[in-house]
């Protein structure tokens, strides 16, 4: 799992790269960081590359939201496949997250 | 084992050879002799032929001087033919010519000289009475010379002539020889006869004085068979005789050699004698050489027979202990493992040992070295496989069971003798091992692909320390993997140059395995050692033992490490190619026994404890059935809280997510605790 992050004006913009399960998630924990420094602003969560994820990604983005909802910043999802739009729905998340 | 051959048998054998040699002597000795005898007999004759003629030309000489006496008188005689009373004087110049005359005569025809009547024989002759020489006219009408044989045959001769020999009883009572010889006057017409007698005693000292042999004798004889000279004392031959006999020409006389049968040999016996001595002498020195040859033989052959019998006790200790070896056949229904020993002693019997057999669905497995070779390290070995048997039979720890084994070598150990060690007990549903290594060298381990040594602090031999304590440690093989052990044998096989394999070279080859089998890694193992030692010998037993741990293709063991999570997506994506299942179905089935396994992973064990979780599964046309256990504490994921996912955000937990997601996916999912161990079922409809 590769995580890239870039900025674009007051945008921050994470391409996920690969699988995002339980070992991914565990290595990426600090990656984020940056992510989480910025959660004032818009964080783009780009998922065209990320086939696949586990409860423990979940709790990954669900930490950034929380981070974001605190600091008055936005999270959105985009290009999210539907396999891993399939888990949303079924931990109702689909509702919570801003998948554009 | 070898026929023995026995003493006898050896000695009979020997014997038969001795016998064959000194018959081969014999026979040789045999014809040699008969040879030699023919020999002899041959130049003996010829010696007595040759003595026979020597005798014989004495004889000639010695009457051919009386002829030459006589021939040389002639011609005085027929110049003086005129005077006949010269003739007298003539005859005494014969008769005194030689010692070896006895008597002298000239006679003449009748009435050659009318003044002296019919007959006139001038005569001189030897008187033995008074030891000199009488001279007188002999012939008369009583001595009629003209009517004797040797007058009328002396007329008629050309030459002169020997007659007959012929018994003096007049004078000398001995035998007489005349010689003969015609007088011619001028016209060469033979008017007298001179006549010489001589004794033949003259002839008697010269056959007499042949001596071939000391009993050997020569007789002179007349050829009428008259005997004149013979031996001069009587002697009985007896046996045979080999007579030789000569004619002695123009003489009438015959020499006769007769030498007996034995002294005829005589030279023969002498050197037969020798022969006989020398053959003797040989034949004891064949049996002597022949005895103490037999003897070295009879010695070499007990040691070569002890030797023998060394070798085939060891040959049948090797077999002993090739039989202790186990066979992978004992294993083969633990479908989990694929193992294989090799052992190559280095002298008959080794000192390495390796053990496995499955007990309870785990595999007990153990090697080891005993200090030392031959016979001492195999006997210990031996005691020390059954104590491994024993000790494991009822034992579950590792360390427990090195305790026991060491304590048992350790109580009566004389000798010091130690022993290194590496045993383990694996579980073959989760592919864990716990070992316990006693100064063995560090096994390598080959995990995907890798291999490295099992570097864990070794606790001290066997056999050195009453009450040595042992710690176990733990290992994990997952599909694939293998535990390759060995003994130095290994890695101290030297080549020719004294360079070892070495552990560095150990590990390059196993580096290169792959994905070989038990079996092969052996093998390439074995190759790689045997190309390295090349022709060098073999100077320590050779022991490998591979452990590879294969569940099968819908069982995954996983350790309680998150990184072991890894392992599940490609056993998934493996299981659904094998099974030829609808790949789209892959992610959500991925991700709920990922759910599973986390949970697993992450509170079935203690903080710092290792443990495994064993996942299976099955697939039949309508379902896919997964079965995950693990011997954690008894813990039930199912009733756990779930998360509200209807509450806010805000008021979410982490954590209870997974479980959710098992329920969502999975259409029906079971817990229960059987055996000490978690068993959650999960079925996904297809």
């Known amino acids: 799992m590769e995580i890239t992050i870039t900025e674009s004006g007051n945008q921050i913009i994470a391409t996920f790269d690969g699988r995002l399960d339980t070992v991914a998630a565990q290595q990426i924990e600090e990656t984020i960081t940056p992510l989480l420094e910025h959660a004032d602003q818009t964080i783009i969560l780009d998922c065209e590359k990320m086939p696949f994820i586990s409860s423990s990604g979940l709790r990954i983005f669900l930490k950034i939201r929380k981070e974001v909802s605190a600091k008055g910043g936005k999270m959105q999802l985009k290009n999210v496949c539907p396999d891993v739009m399939q888990v949303f729905k079924m931990t109702k998340l689909d509702g919570i997250f801003e998948i554009l | ?686």
């Open chain 2, 1 to 686: 084992m070898k026929a023995q051959i026995s003493k006898q048998d050896f000695a009979r054998k020997e014997l038969i050879k001795i016998f064959i040699a000194i018959f081969v002597l014999l026979v040789g000795s045999v014809i040699y002799y008969f040879y030699i005898r023919k020999d002899a007999l041959h130049s003996a004759e010829k010696r007595a032929e040759l003595t026979l003629k020597n005798t014989e030309r004495m004889i000639l000489i010695r009457m051919g001087k009386i002829e030459t006496t006589v021939n040389a008188t002639r011609p005085m005689v027929e110049y003086a033919l005129d005077d006949p009373d010269a003739m007298f004087d003539i005859t005494r110049h014969i008769a005194e010519s030689s010692s070896r005359i006895m008597g002298a005569g000239i006679a003449f025809k009748a009435d050659y000289y009318p003044e002296k009547g019919h007959w006139y024989e001038t005569y001189v002759g030897y008187h033995y009475g008074c030891d000199t020489f009488v001279s007188k006219q002999l012939g008369s009408a009583k001595h009629d010379y003209l009517q004797m044989d040797w007058f009328k045959k002396g007329l008629m001769s050309p030459s002169g002539f020997w007659s007959d020999p012929y018994f003096d009883n007049a004078g000398g009572k001995t035998f007489l020889v005349s010689y003969c010889l015609p007088i011619h006057d001028s016209t060469n017409e033979a008017v007298g006869v001179i006549c010489t007698d001589i004794t033949l005693d003259t002839l008697a000292s010269i056959v007499k004085s042949v001596k071939l042999s000391p009993r050997s004798f020569c007789t002179l004889t007349s050829c009428e068979g008259k005997l004149l000279v013979g031996p001069s004392t009587t002697q009985k031959i007896r046996g045979k005789c080999h007579v030789f006999s000569e004619k002695i020409e123009g003489k009438n006389l015959i020499l006769t050699l007769t030498v007996p049968d034995a002294e005829m040999y005589k030279r023969l016996r002498k050197s037969s004698l020798f022969f006989l001595l020398m053959a003797l002498s040989g034949i004891f020195a064949v049996l002597f050489i022949s005895f103490q040859s037999m003897q070295n033989l009879w010695k070499l052959n007990e040691v070569r027979l002890k030797e023998q019998h060394i070798e085939d006790e060891l040959a049948i200790a090797r077999n002993i202990q090739q039989s202790l070896l186990p066979s992978e056949q004992t294993v083969k229904s633990s479908k989990t493992i694929n193992i294989k020993g090799l052992q190559i002693p280095a002298k008959y019997v080794g000192g390495d040992l390796f053990d496995y057999y499955v007990r309870d669905n785990k595999l007990l497995f153990c090697i080891g070295d005993v200090s030392g070779k031959g016979v001492p390290a195999a006997l210990l070995m031996a005691i020390s496989h059954s104590l491994f048997r024993t000790i494991s039979s009822h034992n579950e720890r590792p360390e427990i069971m090195m305790e026991a084994l060491n304590n048992a070598i350790s109580e009566n150990n004389p000798d010091i003798m130690f022993i290194t060690m590496f045993l383990g007990i694996m579980d073959l549903t989760t592919g864990t091992i716990s070992y316990c290594n006693a100064g063995h060298n560090p096994p390598i381990v080959i995990k995907n692909g890798r291999a490295e040594y099992l570097d864990t602090e070794p606790s001290l031999l066997l056999g050195v320390e009453l009450s040595a304590k042992y710690t176990a440690h733990e290992l994990t093989l997952a599909h694939g993997d293998t535990l390759f052990l060995y003994t130095d044998g290994l890695t101290e096989a030297e080549n020719t140059e004294h360079e070892t394999f070495g552990e560095k070279r150990a590990l390059e080859t196993a580096a290169h395995f792959g994905t070989l089998t038990a079996e092969q890694q052996i093998e390439q193992m074995h190759q790689a050692v045997d190309q390295f030692v090349n022709n060098a010998e073999q100077s320590d037993d050779l022991t490998m033992l591979a452990i590879q741990y294969v569940h099968g293709e819908n069982r995954l063991v996983i350790e309680n490490r998150i990184q072991e999570l890894d392992k599940l997506e490609p056993f998934l994506s493996h299981f659904f190619e094998q099974k030829s299942i609808d790949m789209s179905l892959l992610p959500q089935l991925d991700l709920a026994l990922e759910e599973a396994v986390t949970n697993v992973i992450m509170y079935a064990y203690p903080e710092g404890e290792t443990g495994t979780a064993e996942l299976t599964v099955n697939v039949n046309n309508k379902q896919i059935c997964s079965t995950l256990t693990d011997s954690g504490t008894p813990f039930n994921p199912l009733e756990q809280q779930e998360d509200n996912l209807d509450v806010s955000l805000e008021e979410r937990k982490i954590g209870g997510l997974g479980i959710h997601l098992i329920k969502e996916i999975m259409s029906k999912v079971e817990y229960e605790y059987a055996n000490g161990r978690n068993v959650l079922r999960m079925t996904y409809d297809v």
